[in-house]
């Protein structure tokens, strides 16, 4: 059970970042920018900073009653929306180091792999994994966050010595 709930969590940190991601979009396409400086040097794609929505979509209701059938008390929701909003700011800066190391990359080696090297390949493939293995490690770590929220905070436990 503890394996189906970590992946219950690592599911709902991603749509806390589809979320927010789709509201960084959202953002970003009706702000009043100079598009061409907006791609310019330096600018990764992904705008100044995280945008961080926490409203559940569809899906995250689904995985949040998954997890918390219950549902949670005050406190409980509040250790749950600081993880979440954490993950969502460390994914959208993870994403930004992955993105300024393909750019680097590429505009170091060209943009065609078909031209690269087996070994300077390898080195891409490798840099590129390093950058995803903390991805991965901080994904399971936030769920594993979520997957310890206190229990005796969820509605109607905790209150028996009451």
Do not use: I
């Not at 078909?114 to 891409?124: D, F, G, N, Q």
């Amino acid at each position: 059970m503890h394996d189906q709930r970590l992946n219950w969590a690592r599911e709902f940190l991603r749509e806390a970042v589809y979320r927010s991601r789709a509201r960084q979009a959202a953002g970003g396409a009706v702000a009043s920018v100079d598009l061409d400086a907006a791609r310019g040097p330096g600018n990764c794609g992904l705008g100044e900073k995280a945008a961080v929505d926490l409203d559940l979509s569809e899906r995250g209701a689904e995985l949040f009653a998954q997890l918390w059938p219950e549902g949670l008390e005050e406190a409980a929701a509040a250790t749950v929306q600081t993880t979440l909003a954490s993950w969502v700011r460390r994914n959208d800066a993870l994403d930004r180091k992955r993105n300024h190391f393909l750019k680097e990359f590429r505009q170091l080696h060209g943009f065609d792999r078909r031209t690269w090297s087996p070994e300077l390949l390898a080195l891409y493939e490798t840099g590129l994994e390093d950058v995803n293995e903390v991805v991965d490690s901080g994904l399971d770590d936030a769920a594993e966050a979520l997957t310890a929220v206190d229990p005796g905070l969820a509605r109607g436990r905790g209150h028996e010595a009451d």
